[in-house]
């Protein structure tokens, strides 16, 4: 088949899932048309059957704010005209599915007819697609889309609570190539922590959803009693305020915050446990990583975390904003080494019924239905 994928082309979840289905698509002989703003950090676009086409957005004095639709309209008609593309795959509802279906009724009127399918991610529902401002066109498109799935049962019925949604919604939820951990705790920890200490990090793009004071009150009190780091990676509005939070809890000295990276897989290798205490989150892409990598989990039980960390078994979840909970929750796992590796492998085991072999061939069956109903 060739696909095209539109998708935000950075650390964001949604891109990453985007770039890896593509790449893992590209690999099984599928010619893969990635069509964005800029290069998907995690894209290699040396490999075999991958290629990238950047949408140009052109600056002009009268427009307050550049018309990024439409650049991105007629790039996937030209992409489509030009590369033959059967079938575009939007990542994100906004604004990609509303410019798919813009650029469908273009080449319908030049007599193609492509189907569109969109993923939908979680905060173009839960936070973005939600407002009044931009409602009445994200119902169109996903509506107006030919195939919809989400991430999780939980966005599914999120999305069903706040749109009047006439399509079917089918789950497909994220996934994880195991392959990129298995060198699971070869790594060397010295880069990160003392001997002796242990490390707890936590991924994000640090905004106010993902709660990263909570993390630092977490990280706070664990640090009481057990020698510990706290490893934060990425970058967003809430960091500086989360630095400020260490200093105030005494705990600076034990907290790197190191930044946006590539070395995700290695550093999750060195940690010991992972916080993702949000107050929303459609799936938690970043809890899947460190389960790969067979560090057990505390999270809140918000939106579709709880399909991913079971309670008590890959590790804890508890209400938004219970710190001390997850806190108590924290320095068992910690504190008992059996219980310890007992979740670490359960994490692991959870993992694996999200393995990329597992789940990327529900989305290729979903392109073959839908290429034969066109
Ligand atoms: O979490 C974010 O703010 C980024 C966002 C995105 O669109 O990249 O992540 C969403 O999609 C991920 C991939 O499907 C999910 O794993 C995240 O849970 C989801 N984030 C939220 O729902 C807050």
Request: charge should be negative.
């Amino acid at each position: 088949m060739i696909i095209g994928i539109v998708c935000y082309p950075t650390f964001g979840g949604s891109g990453v899932v985007a770039t890896e289905l593509g790449a893992v698509l590209a690999k099984k002989g599928h010619k893969v048309h990635f069509i964005t703003y800029n290069q998907p950090v995690r894209l290699d676009i040396l490999e075999e059957n991958i290629y990238y086409h950047e949408v140009n957005v052109h600056d002009y004095p009268l427009f307050q704010y550049q018309p990024y639709e439409l650049a991105l309209s007629s790039k996937m008609v030209d992409t489509v005209l030009n590369e033959g593309i059967e079938i575009l795959h939007v990542h994100y509802a906004i604004p990609h599915a509303y410019a798919a279906y813009m650029a469908k009724k273009i080449l319908a009127d030049k007599g193609i007819h492509i189907p569109v399918v969109t993923t939908l991610h979680g905060t173009d529902i839960t936070l973005v697609g939600r407002n009044p401002s931009y409602k009445p066109a994200v119902t169109f498109s996903i509506n107006h889309s030919d195939y919809v799935t989400s991430v999780s049962e939980d966005l599914k019925r999120e999305t069903l609570k706040f749109f009047v949604v006439r399509k079917d919604i089918e789950v497909i939820p994220n996934f994880i190539d195991l392959s990129l951990y298995n060198n699971a705790k070869r790594c060397n920890r010295a880069g990160l922590a003392h001997e002796g200490q242990k490390i707890i990090t936590h991924i994000s793009n640090f905004r106010k959803v993902k709660r990263i004071m909570d993390v630092v009150e977490i990280f706070a009190k664990v640090h009481e009693t057990v020698p510990s780091r706290l490893v934060m990676i990425g970058d967003g509005p809430e960091r500086e305020r989360a630095e400020d939070k260490a200093k105030d809890l005494g705990v600076s000295e034990d907290v790197l915050f190191l930044g946006k990276t590539n070395e995700v897989e290695r550093i999750l290798c060195m940690s010991d446990l992972f916080l993702l205490p949000s107050e929303t989150e459609s799936f938690g892409l970043a809890a899947l990583e460190a389960m790969a990598a067979k560090v057990p989990v505390i999270s809140s039980n918000a939106g579709g975390l709880t399909e991913v960390n079971m309670h008590g078994v890959t590790g804890y979840t508890a209400n938004v904003g219970d710190v001390k909970t997850m806190a108590k929750y924290a320095t068992e796992i910690l504190t008992d080494d059996a219980k310890h590796a007992e979740m670490s492998m359960a994490a692991y085991r959870q993992a694996e019924t999200f393995s990329i072999d597992r789940i990327t061939p529900k989305y290729e069956e979903l392109y073959e239905r839908a290429l034969k109903n066109v």
